[in-house]
T-cell receptor, first 111, second 114 residues
């Protein structure tokens, strides 16, 4: 079983839709969770960073962590064509900053 | 503006050749990392350095080498021993090598075989 699993997509939605992107993880010791956005031919850009369970909101983006089910989500409200990118979830793997990444979900928002 | 600069953007390697990818940061970060990204596989850690003059192997270090002589610089050499080097290489840094410090990435170098 992979430490972090993510559906590769692509996920296609119309402009203005609410998008839900999800990851599951296997190690209950994971405490910090990140979402990165990666445009084609670019490096990942940190979007959201959360600790433990609960929600964190930043503009149109909400990150949610459910530690009981080892499930993390990123919600995008009022999605825009500029949100079209690959979204990667990541978590540090105990002890030091060895980030474990999901494979990424490709999102396509059509005008 | 502070950031991480990777060069070149595109690189081609001939058989038997070593090539070096550059990574420079002006964020005053102590820790730096090299990842390899392949389609459908996510990012995998090659090497990391927590401080100048020190570095450790990641999950896929075979066929790669690094140095960390200056805080700002963490070059990666892809040696001829790396038989499948075609990939997108990403450099990252963080203020300290701690789990509560998120990593920030450069824009990558795409390496291909001639």
């Amino acid at each position: 079983q992979k430490e972090v699993e993510q559906d590769p997509g692509p996920l296609s939605v119309p402009e203005g839709a609410i998008v839900s992107l999800n990851c599951t993880y296997s190690n209950s010791a994971f405490q910090y969770f990140m979402w990165y956005r990666q445009y084609s031919r670019k490096g990942p850009e940190l979007l959201m960073y959360t600790y433990s369970s609960g929600n964190k909101e930043d503009g149109r983006f909400t990150a949610q962590v459910d530690k009981s089910s080892k499930y993390i989500s990123l919600f995008i409200r009022d999605s825009q064509p500029s949100d079209s990118a690959t979204y990667l979830c990541a978590t540090p793997n105990t002890g030091f900053q060895k980030l474990v990444f999901g494979t990424g979900t490709r999102l396509l928002v059509s005008p | 503006d502070g950031g991480i600069t990777q060069s070149p953007k595109y690189l081609f390697r001939k058989e038997g050749q070593n090539v070096t990818l550059s990574c420079e940061q002006n964020l005053n970060h102590d820790a730096m990392y090299w990842y390899r990204q392949d389609p459908g596989q996510g990012l995998r850690l090659i090497y990391y350095s927590q401080i100048v003059n020190d570095f450790q192997k990641g999950d896929i270090a075979e066929g790669y080498s690094v140095s960390r002589e200056k805080k700002e610089s963490f070059p990666l050499t892809v040696t001829s021993a790396q038989k499948n080097p075609t990939a997108f290489y990403l450099c990252a840094s963080t203020r300290e090598d701690r789990v509560d410090q998120p990593q920030h990435f450069g824009d990558g170098t795409r390496l291909s075989i001639l």
